[in-house]
């Protein structure tokens, strides 16, 4: 079942330059989006999120947009730090339960 | 700020036994779920909890599983018959409500070692 899939294992970026993370879905029902940082040892942290009445949400370094017609959606960081080395995960939700269904992350590294 | 939070962070037990792991969810939060995440695999959910009783599971959440939240601040899964194959990370979260922004908030994890 890959409801979920972020088809990059890993991806390596110089510091100072953007990166972009890559999220596809299958399941149409899904309205709700996020993307969570996960540091080795410790739990995924939320990073930021978007509706599917939107196609971008910014926060700072942090942009993600939603492309519908496509089910996809990305994640950009600009410009990239060093502490911005870790996997990250996409995950999605349906309005009409509560689970959120993962992609099997990205694992970022950030390059002095 | 808060956070949530999950004891312990290291659990190792025998095949059969059973195991009780604790998470105290952000103080506010009415919502509350457990995943897991086995060596190398996605993160899965298993269950979600409101108003005392269970929303939502997964095909995982069988009758070995079971959560409950025994006072106004501990949410606990407990696993009464534990086989090798539940070796795997927890996470315990929770969110403040179940709207069109369904923002979990993700304890650091209890790491369970089924020998």
């Known amino acids: 079942d890959q409801q979920v899939k972020q088809n990059s294992p890993s991806l390596s970026v110089q510091e100072g330059r953007i990166s972009i993370l890559n999220c596809d879905y299958t399941?149409?029902?899904?309205?709700?989006f996020l993307w969570y940082k996960k540091y080795p040892a410790e739990g995924p942290t939320f990073l930021i999120s978007i509706s599917s009445i939107k196609d971008k949400n910014e926060d700072g370094r942090f942009t993600v947009f939603l492309n519908k017609s496509a089910k996809h959606l990305s994640l950009h960081i600009v410009p990239s730090q060093p502490g911005d080395s870790a996997v990250y995960f996409c995950a999605a939700s349906a309005r009409s339960n509560y689970q959120l269904i993962w992609g099997a992350g990205t694992k970022l590294i950030i390059k002095p | 700020e808060p956070e949530v939070t999950q004891t312990p962070s290291h659990q190792v037990t025998q095949m059969g036994q059973e195991v009780i792991l604790r998470c105290v969810p952000i103080s506010n939060h009415l919502y509350f779920y457990w995943y897991r995440q086995i060596l190398g695999q996605k993160v899965e959910f298993l269950v979600s909890f409101y108003n005392n009783e269970i929303s939502e599971k997964s095909e995982i959440f069988d009758d070995q599983f079971s959560v409950e939240r025994p006072d106004g601040s501990n949410f606990t899964l407990k696993i009464r018959s534990t086989k090798l194959e539940d070796s795997a990370m927890y996470f315990c979260a929770s969110s403040a409500r179940v709207t069109m922004y369904n923002e979990q908030f993700f304890g650091p994890g209890t790491r369970l070692t089924v020998l």
């Open positions: 399941n149409s029902m899904f309205d709700y």
